[in-house]
């Protein structure tokens, strides 16, 4: 993500007042921003939409008209974090008390990013604070710089795929032990774009590692290479149109692929037979 490009959150809680007061500060910065008001409406958003950053109340409803639950948002934070990691998802847990050390310990390692306290304006830190240190200063860390000779560097240390823009294209692949896989994509002008870890078996992870052996003659992947990646069915890859005609880019890839998007600023298109991908701008 450059400076250049609209950050864009999800803010959920049940009170309309809070996520009122939420949305003034993130309007401040530009950010644009979705709202839920339970889990339910939380998770429907994730999977329709991409977002660079979720702020999360913990005492939330599963659905309209629900109980509040701490459990309810718990148990949504390590659903979210099972899914993202931390580097693609920063997630700041909005609480309505000060939590305790043992509350707080047990957030992050839940996979919080931070959190604050209510009221989001005075606590410490601040809804502002927080924002600006684990959203907007970590989204500027991967703004355009020189790589400084970093093929070289991840060959000596014996990664398993040579990490060399000129070999693969614009996209490097760096494997950080067994289960962890840093990607690294590059813009036109030879500039770093964007750094992002995954656990080496998200689907969106599967699908770089075709796209990252297809490049540099080929950027693109075929239907049936994606399909086994994400180890779907035909009827679970494509969706039936009104007038009968199945298409992919309505269906289950979909999602994944704006993984890809968010994490790495690579866009795609689908087209006949396949999908196409293209290096940052």
């Known amino acids: 993500m450059t400076e250049n490009t609209t950050l864009k959150a999800l803010v959920i809680d049940d009170d309309s007042e809070i996520r009122r007061e939420i949305t003034d500060i993130l309007d401040e910065y530009g950010h644009e921003y979705d709202e839920a008001g339970n889990i339910k409406e939380a998770r429907n958003k994730m999977l329709a939409g991409s977002y660079d950053y979720v702020l999360l109340d913990m005492e939330l409803p599963m659905r309209y008209g629900g109980l509040l639950r701490r459990e309810n948002g718990e148990d949504f934070l390590k659903e979210l974090r099972a899914q993202y990691s931390a580097n693609e998802l920063p997630i700041i847990v909005v609480t309505g008390t000060v939590p305790d050390s043992e509350k707080a310990a047990s957030l992050l390692y839940d996979g919080a990013t931070s959190f604050v306290s209510k009221p989001i304006s005075s606590g410490h830190p601040t809804l502002r604070e927080a924002i600006q240190k684990f959203v907007i200063w970590r989204d500027a860390r991967t703004a355009c710089q020189p790589e400084p000779q970093m093929a070289q560097e991840v060959r000596e240390a014996g990664a398993e795929y040579a990490a060399d823009p000129t070999m693969h294209g614009w996209l490097q ?78 269906g289950i890839a979909r999602n994944r692929l704006c993984d890809i998007k968010k994490s790495l600023g690579i866009d795609y298109k689908f087209e006949s037979g396949g999908v196409r991908f293209f290096q940052p701008q």
Do not use: N
């Open 173 to 250: 692949m760096q494997r950080q032990g067994y289960k962890t896989i840093t990607w690294r994509s590059w813009k036109a002008s030879g500039c770093l774009h964007k750094v992002s870890d995954m656990p080496s078996s998200r689907i969106a992870c599967k699908i770089l590692k075709l796209l990252y052996k297809a490049l540099p003659k080929e950027a693109f992947l075929k239907d049936s290479d994606i399909m086994s990646a994400g180890g779907w069915t035909e009827s679970e890859y494509y969706r039936t149109t009104k007038r009968g005609k199945l298409v992919a880019y309505d």
